[in-house]
C-alpha cells in the first residue's frame, strides 16, 4: 500500500464513479479544487482510494473520499483518513471537518469524528456535518489482552507450547470470557490448539459463542492456512484473524490476505528462539532475524505485531521487556504487544514503560498471579 499526492485531475473518475456514477467528469470537478492537496493510495500501482483536502487556518476540511467498489470494506479509507490527520497535524490544524454522507456516518463515528448539525440535502443526498479535534495526537493506549487457548472446546494453558504439558482450567470458555468483560477487558486473545496442531481450523464455534454472546473484541488463530479459513473466521465472529507462521512460510498469500481484509483486521504473531524466528509450533527455527521480519511487513502495510519469546512462554519468569525495547528501537513505528513470561503487575508495568502497546497475559491471570481485582484497577 502506497500514499501519495496526486492532481486534481487524477481524483475525477474514481471520485465519479464512486460517488456520483451518472455524472461527467466536469461536474464532479469542485470549486477551489485547484487549492487543495489531493492523495491516493494505490495497492500494487492501481489507485483504489482518493481524497481532497483543504485547509484554512487552523481548520481542515476534506471532500470527496472515494474509495473502489470492489476495494471497499478492506480499511483504505481508514488509511486514506489516518493519513490526512497526520497532513493536518504536520499544518498545525487543530479541527478536521467534513460534509459526511448519512449513509457513512458509522465509517466516521468510528473514527472518533461528531456529528455537529442536522441533516441536510445536497443533490438530494442526505449529509451531517461532522468534525473531529486534532489539538494533539492521541496517547497511546496500553492493552491488556487475556489470552484462552482451546483444546478440545476446554479453556486451557500449556507451558513452552507442549501439548504434553497441559492444564484445563474451565470446561466453559465461555465462562472465562465473560468474566474478563466483566473486569472491564476489552480485548481476547483466542487460539485453536487443535487447530494449531491439525493445520484446520477445530474449534470455530467456541469463537463464534464468545464473538456472540460478548462485546469482546476477539483475534483468533490456530490452523488459518487457507482463504477459506479466514472467511470462516471473520464469518464467526473475530475482529482480527492472528496470523504466525503462514506469514513466514508463504508470505506472497499473507500479504494477499493483508491486501483484501485490511491491516486493521489482521494480527501478525511472531515467535522468537533469540532472535530469530520460529515456526511450527516452535519446533523449527529459521535464519530469518526478527528484526528484518518485522521490517518487511510493515513496509507492506501491517499494523498489529506480537511476539513470543519461547523460551518465556508459560514459565511466570518475566517478560523479555529488553527484547522488546530493542525491537522498538530497530523497527520505527510497530504497535507491539508482548507475549510470554508475565508473572504479575509489575511486569505488566514495566512493559507499558518500555514503549509497548499491549500485552496478551495467559497463565498469571489463571493461577492467580494476577487477579481480577487488579485488572479492574490497571484498565
Same mark, same amino acid.
Given at each position: 500500500?502506497?500514499?501519495?499526492q496526486?492532481?486534481? &485531475?487524477?481524483?475525477?473518475?474514481?471520485?465519479?464513479? @464512486?460517488?456520483?456514477?451518472?455524472?461527467?467528469l &466536469?461536474?464532479?470537478?469542485?470549486?477551489?479544487?485547484?487549492?487543495?492537496?489531493?492523495?491516493?493510495?494505490?495497492?500494487?500501482?492501481?489507485?483504489?482510494?482518493? #481524497?481532497?483536502?483543504?485547509?484554512?487556518?487552523?481548520?481542515?476540511?476534506?471532500?470527496?473520499?472515494?474509495t473502489?467498489?470492489?476495494?471497499q470494506?478492506?480499511?483504505?479509507?481508514?488509511?486514506?483518513?489516518?493519513?490526512?490527520? &497526520?497532513?493536518?497535524?504536520?499544518?498545525?490544524?487543530?479541527?478536521?471537518?467534513?460534509?459526511?454522507?448519512?449513509?457513512?456516518?458509522?465509517?466516521?463515528?468510528?473514527?472518533?469524528?461528531?456529528?455537529?448539525?442536522?441533516?441536510?440535502?445536497?443533490?438530494?443526498?442526505?449529509?451531517?456535518?461532522?468534525?473531529?479535534?486534532?489539538?494533539?495526537?492521541?496517547?497511546q493506549?496500553?492493552?491488556i489482552?487475556?489470552?484462552?487457548?482451546?483444546?478440545?472446546?476446554k479453556? #486451557?494453558?500449556?507451558?513452552?507450547?507442549?501439548?504434553?504439558?497441559?492444564?484445563?482450567?474451565?470446561?466453559?470458555?465461555?465462562? @472465562?470470557?465473560?468474566?474478563?468483560?466483566?473486569?472491564?477487558?476489552k480485548?481476547?486473545?483466542?487460539?485453536?490448539? &487443535?487447530?494449531?496442531?491439525?493445520?484446520?481450523?477445530?474449534?470455530?464455534? #467456541?469463537?463464534e459463542?464468545?464473538a456472540?454472546?460478548?462485546?469482546? %473484541?476477539?483475534?483468533?488463530?490456530?490452523?488459518?492456512?487457507k482463504d477459506?479459513d479466514?472467511?470462516? %473466521?471473520?464469518?464467526?465472529?473475530?475482529?482480527?484473524?492472528?496470523?504466525?507462521?503462514?506469514a @513466514?512460510?508463504?508470505?506472497?498469500?499473507?500479504?494477499?490476505?493483508?491486501?483484501?481484509?485490511?491491516a486493521?483486521?489482521?494480527?501478525?504473531?511472531?515467535? #522468537?528462539?533469540?532472535e530469530?524466528?520460529?515456526?511450527?509450533?516452535?519446533?523449527?527455527?529459521?535464519?530469518?532475524?526478527?528484526?528484518?521480519f518485522?521490517?518487511?511487513?510493515?513496509?507492506?502495510?501491517?499494523?498489529?505485531?506480537?511476539?513470543t519469546?519461547?523460551a518465556?512462554?508459560?514459565?511466570?519468569q518475566?517478560?523479555s521487556?529488553?527484547?522488546?525495547?530493542?525491537?522498538?528501537?530497530?523497527?520505527?513505528?510497530?504497535?507491539?504487544?508482548?507475549?510470554?513470561?508475565?508473572?504479575?503487575?509489575?511486569?505488566?508495568?514495566?512493559?507499558?514503560?518500555?514503549?509497548?502497546?499491549? %500485552?496478551?497475559?495467559?497463565?498469571?491471570?489463571?493461577?492467580?498471579?494476577?487477579?481480577?481485582?487488579?485488572?479492574?484497577?490497571?484498565?
Amino acid at each position: 500500500m502506497e500514499i501519495k499526492q496526486i492532481t486534481t &485531475d487524477e481524483t475525477l473518475r474514481l471520485r465519479r464513479d @464512486v460517488m456520483y456514477p451518472h455524472w461527467s467528469l &466536469d461536474q464532479v470537478k469542485m470549486p477551489h479544487d485547484a487549492e487543495g492537496l489531493h492523495y491516493g493510495l494505490f495497492m500494487e500501482g492501481e489507485m483504489v482510494s482518493v #481524497v481532497s483536502l483543504f485547509i484554512s487556518g487552523s481548520s481542515a476540511q476534506f471532500r470527496k473520499l472515494a474509495t473502489a467498489a470492489h476495494h471497499q470494506g478492506k480499511g483504505f479509507g481508514k488509511a486514506l483518513m489516518q493519513h490526512l490527520t &497526520d497532513v493536518c497535524r504536520q499544518h498545525g490544524v487543530a479541527t478536521l471537518w467534513c460534509n459526511a454522507r448519512a449513509s457513512a456516518e458509522t465509517f466516521y463515528l468510528r473514527l472518533g469524528f461528531k456529528r455537529i448539525s442536522e441533516l441536510f440535502y445536497k443533490d438530494n443526498i442526505p449529509f451531517y456535518k461532522m468534525d473531529i479535534s486534532l489539538d494533539a495526537p492521541p496517547a497511546q493506549r496500553f492493552t491488556i489482552i487475556p489470552a484462552i487457548d482451546i483444546i478440545g472446546g476446554k479453556c #486451557v494453558r500449556l507451558t513452552q507450547g507442549d501439548y504434553a504439558q497441559k492444564t484445563v482450567y474451565n470446561e466453559q470458555p465461555l465462562e @472465562v470470557a465473560k468474566e474478563f468483560e466483566d473486569a472491564g477487558v476489552k480485548r481476547l486473545h483466542l487460539v485453536d490448539l &487443535d487447530g494449531a496442531k491439525a493445520g484446520a481450523l477445530v474449534n470455530w464455534k #467456541v469463537l463464534e459463542a464468545i464473538a456472540g454472546k460478548t462485546s469482546l %473484541v476477539v483475534d483468533f488463530g490456530g490452523g488459518i492456512k487457507k482463504d477459506a479459513d479466514l472467511r470462516i %473466521v471473520f464469518e464467526s465472529g473475530a475482529a482480527l484473524a492472528t496470523i504466525g507462521s503462514m506469514a @513466514v512460510k508463504e508470505p506472497a498469500r499473507f500479504f494477499r490476505w493483508l491486501a483484501t481484509y485490511g491491516a486493521d483486521r489482521i494480527f501478525l504473531g511472531a515467535d #522468537v528462539k533469540g532472535e530469530q524466528l520460529a515456526v511450527g509450533g516452535w519446533l523449527e527455527t529459521t535464519d530469518t532475524s526478527i528484526y528484518d521480519f518485522l521490517r518487511t511487513n510493515l513496509e507492506k502495510g501491517v499494523k498489529e505485531v506480537f511476539c513470543t519469546d519461547i523460551a518465556k512462554d508459560g514459565l511466570l519468569q518475566g517478560p523479555s521487556t529488553e527484547l522488546y525495547k530493542k525491537i522498538i528501537a530497530a523497527v520505527p513505528g510497530i504497535q507491539l504487544t508482548a507475549s510470554g513470561g508475565v508473572s504479575n503487575m509489575a511486569d505488566v508495568e514495566e512493559l507499558q514503560q518500555a514503549g509497548l502497546a499491549g %500485552v496478551i497475559i495467559g497463565k498469571a491471570i489463571y493461577e492467580g498471579k494476577i487477579t481480577m481485582a487488579e485488572l479492574k484497577k490497571f484498565l
